[in-house]
């Protein structure tokens, strides 16, 4: 008998691009719940999706201006095919369907002022769906499964840059793939092959007692992980690296697991796609879902992020793909997720895990000799000395990093965060607080007009002048102090706001300030003053006085001494020195 479905949970999605052979289409990774309470992963496909646009009637076409937004009542609605879309909308404004569209036109034709809701991505609108349906069914998003992937590289002279080991872990399964050829130690001067059975006993005399200990120690922030013990491993010999990977992600596939984290996404991820390409391998057969590459939408792509950033966390690299689960740069979510606590001194996996009470990495008495080699020199020493305990040190760096997410749910976090803005834009503010005001006005009966951007161009990528980019912690809690019982509580009421530009403006401002021009209560032109033409004229002060307003704790003084005619701190000291003498 076929289960009720009562609700969808949406994880994550793709859009896959049509041809003349196939229609385009969207594939969901999804979790359904049943009736009876129960649920299950699935991958859903959206072929040939629809998506809708509006445009400004005439008789309200009298600003030369983008707006913020519209009211529905002013717009006329099309329903066009997603991969049509762009040549639909070039149709409404110049009568034609053109023969191609570039990048430069794609944005020139978003500047109209009279388009609305043109940029939305067909992921995030997809996701909206679900929201609705989900709250309309009175339910929670389900919690989604989550894993971790680490592989070994050789840096020996003889192997150099072959891949040893890798290990998946699935909740409380973890899967080691090992290459056969390493599996050879030293042991009283002999070289001597390594068994699975070594393998399972090193696990068992030196893992299993560090996870128990963590959870003696952890008990109550991991008290609901305690059913999920024991780990369950299993293990898997290959003559040759690309049967390692086809190995470890058939394991992926079979477990269904959500999101995939990886310490340094951008050196496990490409060593695997090399290999496969190296051996003529497509990267379909390998990380796409098997069903969905029979019903031939498999699609994979992988994204350096190659933006110029202050700190290699703020990268956020992406791999496009059609599975159930979606590859996560942990190291990167790790320091977005927690930017208001600033950057750590390091971010090796060993000291984020002593900071949380997890042990660091595996540390084994018998190998205590190489404790003052160089990182690269004590890496060839256990994999040419030491393999089995090797082994044991890559399957804990998986297993590790399964406890940090059931301690932290840093994975469970992100999906809730970007909310229905898809994961490949975690780190983008512009899209998300976008896809966020477009969901939300346009249940009031209003459209978000169209951002110049062409659609799922990343913040880095966007063309910019200028601008001033204040610390985050100015932005919180700046607003008056309006109930006397309670004289620390900053509110988000504000007595000044700057709209020079709503379009240029961070959209967290915009946001958090509420700034657009339906809110404007009034312009200020310019500020005279003698004290102050002693610093700007009166239309460059305004600026100024804005930024400072903005920011009263870091210019709290240049604000009394520039607008309000008080002394500066040369001028105090000296009136301070006269007070003495007096």
């Known amino acids: 008998m076929t289960k009720k479905i ?66 529905l009542k002013c717009l006329d609605e099309y329903q066009v095919s997603y991969k049509d879309k762009d040549k639909e909308i070039f149709k ?49 998003p389900q919690t989604p499964r989550t894993g971790f992937f680490d592989i070994e590289k050789s840096l020996l002279k003889d192997s150099l840059g072959r891949l040893p080991l890798m290990v998946f872990t699935a909740e409380n399964k973890v899967y080691l793939a090992m290459m056969k050829s390493f599996m050879v130690e030293s042991r009283e001067g002999q070289r001597v092959p390594v068994t699975l059975d070594d393998i399972k006993q090193t696990v068992k005399d030196y893992i299993d007692p560090m996870v128990e200990n963590i959870f003696k120690e952890k008990g109550k922030d991991l008290e609901e992980y305690k059913s999920r013990l024991p780990f369950h491993y299993e293990f898997y010999i290959g003559d040759h690296e690309v049967d390692m990977i086809k190995w470890i992600f058939a394991k992926m596939h079979e477990s269904k697991t ?231 509580l900053a509110t988000h009421c504000y007595a000044w706001q700057s709209d020079l530009d709503f379009s240029a403006q961070y959209p967290t401002n915009i946001a958090v300030l509420n700034i657009s021009k339906q809110t404007k209560v009034a312009t200020m032109l310019s500020i005279k003053g003698k004290h102050v033409q002693k610093y700007y004229n009166p239309t460059e002060a305004i600026e100024v006085l804005g930024t400072y307003l903005i920011t009263p704790n870091a210019n709290g003084v240049n604000l009394g001494v520039e607008f309000f005619g008080l002394p500066n701190y040369q001028e105090m000291r000296q009136l301070f020195e006269e007070s003495l003498s007096s």
């Open 6 to 71: 009562s609700a969808r949970t949406h994880l994550h999605s793709c859009y896959v691009q049509g041809n003349e052979y196939k229609k385009d289409a969207v594939v969901v990774s999804e979790i359904i719940e049943y009736e009876d309470g129960t649920t299950e992963p699935n991958l859903k496909i959206y072929a040939s999706p629809k998506v809708r646009f509006w445009v400004t009637q005439p008789p309200y076409r009298t600003h030369q201006d983008k707006k913020e937004f519209e009211s």
């Open 92 to 140: 409404v404004f110049n009568g034609y369907y053109p023969n191609f569209l570039t990048h430069q036109m794609k944005r020139d034709l978003y500047k109209n002022p009279y388009l609305y809701g043109g940029n939305i991505s067909i992921e995030a609108l997809l996701a909206m769906r679900y929201k609705k349906d989900l709250l309309a069914a009175g339910k929670t």
């Open 258 to 488: 959500s999101f995939i984290g990886v310490w340094n996404l951008n050196f496990d991820i490409p060593e695997c796609i090399k290999i496969l390409k190296e051996n003529g391998i497509p990267l379909e057969d390998v990380f796409a879902d098997p069903k969905i590459r029979e019903a031939g939408y498999a699609y994979v792509n992988y994204r350096e992020d190659k933006k110029d950033v202050a700190h290699f966390t703020q990268k956020w690299h992406w791999l496009t793909n059609t599975a159930h689960f979606q590859f996560i740069d942990s190291t990167s979510l790790y320091s977005y997720i927690r930017v208001v606590d600033g950057k750590e001194a390091s971010y090796a996996l060993d000291d984020i895990l002593k900071k949380f009470g997890l042990g660091g990495k595996l540390k084994i008495d018998k190998t205590k000799e190489l404790e003052n080699l160089q990182t690269a020199d004590w890496h060839r020493e256990m994999l040419s000395k030491y393999f089995t305990y090797y082994a044991a040190y890559a399957m804990w760096d998986g297993m590790s990093l399964q406890l940090l997410e059931w301690l932290n749910n840093d994975l469970t976090a992100m999906m809730l965060l970007c909310d229905v803005t898809p994961p490949k834009f975690f780190v983008n503010q512009t899209i998300k607080v976008t896809n966020t005001l477009y969901e939300e006005w346009l249940e009031k009966g209003y459209v978000l007009g169209t951002g110049v951007n062409v659609e799922g161009i990343r913040d880095e990528d966007l063309e910019t002048e200028g601008g001033a980019v204040l610390e985050p912690q100015n932005l919180i809690a700046q607003g008056m102090r309006l109930f006397p019982e309670w004289p620390s």
